[in-house]
Structures are given as structure tokens and as C-alpha cells.
């Protein structure tokens, strides 16, 4: 640690441990069995509660509480855990809790942006490259593909997934899974299109953007059933990792898809 990077009013835990260049501002709290990596920033009044283990280059803004216990009501004390991994940014009171079951695990991936007062709840699994708009929230046990996007205001049911390259609208209410590369809108939200703007942000060819649109429309726009959409999908479409990771998704969906 340099001189002067853990502020005066900062409490940590003798059995937490801080990574070199990491700048711990006023009044933040680090309790025992917190692990922090290298060159992360907390603001100030930052509560992180372990066990958690937080990777490298983190910022965590002023109010965030990090790591604390589960809010389901099953839980007992038992030992559960948090890991964070590189490069995210948690901005003002964003709440992230760890896992229910004894050894359960809360994952979040590298370079997340999670803006105000998004909430990730227990044993939820989000990927890489994510954007929480504020007040995005998440049930326990949900899962989050890399790319996606959460709207503000925008409530997740429990065991739902969001697939990679997804996008919800803001105040959405997500109660099914949403396929990978779709916009899901509305209370309760349906699919409305496929994630044309955000598939050209991420530099997706063409070709390839042509394939999920007429994906779209196979399941969506036909009056095909799931089995029947996925049998069109494999005849009708070039074999890509776009399309078998997108059929894959709709195979084993255990809530069903959004409609």
C-alpha cells in the first residue's frame, strides 16, 4: 500500500486483506474475510462484507454495500461467499449480496458497469461486459450473459436468465428468460426486436446480424411452436456460434422464454 491510500476513518478488519495500490477513502468499512486486489478505489462510506474476494481495478462509489448477507429467509449464518472479478465500476448504493446455501457463490464478472442502486441478489450469476442502468434489479439465482443490458428500474424474477447481447427496457418486468440478442420490453415484458444497435456496437458482421434477425423472426414472427422455430432455425440458417449459442439457450430454458 503507498502512504496515505487508507484514510484515517476508514475501519478494516485485521483479517482483511488489501491489495498494493488500492486507495480506501473516508469512513469505509472492511470487515474479516474480505480479499481486495490490487489498484481498486473506494470512495467513501464503501461497506464490504466477506467472505468476498474482489479482483484487480475495481471502483466501488460512495454508500456501495458489497458482499453483505443474503436477504432470503432461509439462510441461517452459513459460510457463503461473493467473487468479483476485474475492472468493474459500482456506482452510488449499489447493493450485492452473497450466495444462500452453505458454500454458495454470488459471481459477477470482469468490467460490469453497475450504476445507482442496481442490486444483485443471492447466487446470481452475472457474466462479463454488463451494463445495470439504475435501479436495476436482480431476484436470486439469476444469470446474466456477457454484453447484456439491464434497464433502469428494470426487476429480474428469481432463476431467470438474461442472454448474452440482450438488452431489457427500463422499467420491464422480466419474469422469463430472455434469448440471447433480443430486447425485452414492457410489464410483463415481451420480446419486441433483436438487438440490432447493440450487435452493431460490438462489431458483429453483417452476415451475422442477418442470421439472428431471421432468427427473430422464425421464433417470433412465425406461427411456429419452440420445436418447430429450432428445427426451422437448423434447416434454414448457416451453422454459426451465434445461432447453436441461441438455440442452445431456448433448449434448455427451464422457465420458458419471454414471448
Known sequence: ??????????????????????????????????????????????????????GRGNRFFAFSSIGQQTQDLKYLGEPT??????????????????????????????????????????????????????????AGHVEVGDFAVIGGLCAVHQFC?????????????????????????????????????????QGFSPEVQRQIKEAYRIIYRSELNLQQAIQQMRADLPESPEITQLIAFISNSPRGIIK
Request: charged share 15%; proline share 6%; aromatic share 8%.
Open 1 to 54: 500500500m503507498s502512504a496515505g491510500a487508507i484514510h484515517t476513518t476508514a475501519i478494516i478488519d485485521p483479517a482483511a486483506q488489501i491489495g498494493e495500490g488500492c486507495e480506501i477513502g473516508p469512513y469505509c468499512v472492511i470487515g474479516p474475510g474480505v480479499e481486495i486486489g490490487p489498484e481498486c478505489w473506494l470512495q467513501h462510506h464503501v461497506s464490504v462484507s466477506g467472505p468476498s474476494r474482489i
Open 81 to 138: 461467499y461473493l467473487s468479483i472479478g476485474d475492472g468493474n465500476c459500482f456506482r452510488e448504493f449499489t447493493t450485492v449480496h452473497r450466495g444462500t446455501a452453505p458454500e454458495s457463490v454470488t459471481r459477477i464478472g470482469d468490467r460490469g458497469n453497475f450504476l445507482a442502486y442496481s442490486h444483485i441478489a443471492h447466487d446470481c450469476i452475472v457474466g462479463n461486459s454488463v451494463i445495470f442502468s439504475n435501479n436495476g434489479t436482480l
Open 161 to 201: 436468465r438474461i442472454g448474452a447481447y440482450a438488452l431489457t427496457g427500463g422499467c420491464s418486468k422480466i419474469v422469463q428468460d430472455v434469448p440471447p440478442f433480443m430486447i425485452a420490453d414492457g410489464n410483463p415484458a415481451s420480446v419486441r426486436s433483436y438487438n440490432k444497435v447493440g450487435l452493431e456496437r
